[in-house]
């Protein structure tokens, strides 16, 4: 169902065609996904983002249409220039500052997969020989960590001095970015002690159905979507309990269904949940 088609079915259930209320469809609309939007966590509304902490800042802008988080992790990512022999193990790169032993490597000449053994000075030896002559720009990557989820006030706490430089472990959504009153920000805990890459995996607001004119909800779960426009509509119109509440059910056994997808089906399989089974008698 395209928005065309959600609108002509608001207008028909309802069997009002007036002007002000058919104005007022996109307002009822977005209403309905945010209830939604804000009652089920499908897969379909998650999103990765990758971004950057700076090392001594513990601040982190969110994504515009960040809703919720789903876990944050971290990992070095440092880059710099290399040389190195056809059939060696060993490479020399202009700064190893950020280098750590059992980081992948990859670069021009350096074999698939290879991963740092040690570091010595600017001299790096890998666990399998260049494929050819090493050159240009070679870039590292550590393991990620994930950090926990704490309260801001857990952060302080534990680290009150913002001097204090180390591997964060720690995260929170701290408030909103004073640069911009709308958007949130992270804090994490310690203060970073070198420039990381960040992975974020979050819960997000798509763009709605009355913009975008198609949505995954209106493909997928329609029900959901015009049900609960119905009820954010009858609402506006002041119509009898009698048929809100049946609009309102109808809603509520939608969204019923979404979370038995959301919130059951997609977070387990049969291989290791076993099969949904009906008892017999």
């Avoid at 309905?32 to 001594?56: F, P």
């Avoid at 600017?122 to 399998?128: E, G, H, I, P, S």
Wanted: hydrophobic letters at 35%; charged letters at 15%.
């Amino acid at each position: 169902m395209n928005y065309a088609a959600l609108s002509d079915a608001i207008q028909a259930y309802t069997n009002n065609t007036d002007d002000d209320f058919v104005n007022e469809i996109p307002t009822f609309v977005r209403q309905a996904e945010q209830r939604i939007y804000n009652t089920v966590q499908i897969a379909n509304l998650r999103r990765n983002m990758t971004g950057n902490l700076q090392a001594g800042n513990k601040y982190v802008s969110c994504p515009e249409d960040f809703l919720s988080a789903y876990s944050l992790a971290l990992y070095l990512a440092p880059t710099t220039t290399a040389t190195g022999s056809s059939g060696s193990l060993q490479i020399t790169v202009a700064d190893a500052t950020s280098i750590k032993p059992g980081m992948y490597v990859s670069g021009t000449g350096i074999a698939l997969g290879a991963v740092v053994v040690t570091v010595v000075g600017t001299t790096v030896t890998l666990d399998k020989t260049n494929t050819g002559a090493v050159s240009g720009t070679v870039s590292f990557q550590g393991g990620y960590t994930y950090l926990l989820n704490r309260d801001v006030n857990y952060i302080r706490e534990v680290y009150p001095n913002p001097s204090f430089r180390a591997t964060p472990k720690y995260y929170a959504i701290f408030g909103p970015n004073t640069d911009n009153v709308n958007e949130l920000t992270f804090i994490v805990g310690p203060t970073p002690d070198a420039n990381y890459k960040l992975e974020l995996h979050f819960y997000y607001y798509p763009q709605s159905i009355v913009t975008a004119g198609t949505s995954w909800l209106g493909d997928n779960f329609d029900s959901t979507l015009l049900y609960g426009s119905l009820v954010e509509a009858y609402t506006w119109m002041k119509g009898e309990q009698d048929m809100m509440a049946v609009y309102d059910t109808k809603f509520k056994e939608a969204v019923l269904l979404l979370k038995n997808l959301g919130d059951g089906k997609q977070r387990g399989d049969a291989y290791l949940d076993g099969q949904v089974k009906v008892p017999v008698r």
